[in-house]
């Protein structure tokens, strides 16, 4: 079992910046890779970013492409996500998330935190 939560939402106006973290407790070694998803009222959940866990490639979404950054601190099991140039249409609720594979598509996922909400005013 890992598990997952996460910290760092809030409500920001459009254009600015929030970093959200998550911390990862219990069976790390099963660790491949972290990331977020996020889910906006009405829409489905979608992927945002991922990270390995040994190996730190990234992979971000396009629809936040330039302006998301995802890293990480092994030594504090923590996956961070720092978003700037926030849009409104990037508010939702965010979900950390862990995966024994190599790719980090929904239904692979192992764990999901709790979520974190980010809203963005215009």
């Known amino acids: 079992q890992v598990q997952l939560v996460e910290s760092g939402g809030g409500l920001v106006q459009a254009g600015g910046s929030l970093r959200l973290s998550c911390a990862a407790s219990?069976?790390?070694?099963?660790?491949?890779?972290m990331g977020w998803y996020r889910q906006a009222p009405g829409k489905e959940r979608e992927f945002v970013a991922s990270?390995?866990?040994?190996?730190?490639?990234?992979y971000i979404a396009d629809a936040v492409k330039g302006r998301f950054i995802i890293s990480r601190d092994n030594a504090k099991n923590k996956v961070y996500l720092q978003m700037n140039s926030l849009k409104p249409e990037d508010t939702a609720v965010y979900y950390c998330?862990?995966?024994?594979?190599?790719?980090?598509?929904?239904?692979?996922?192992?764990?999901w935190g709790q979520g974190t909400q980010v809203t963005v005013s215009s």
């Open positions: 990270i390995s866990w040994r190996g730190g490639s990234t």
């Open positions: 219990g069976s790390i070694f099963s660790i491949n890779a």
């Open positions: 998330v862990t995966t024994r594979s190599v790719t980090m598509r929904k239904d692979l996922v192992d764990y």
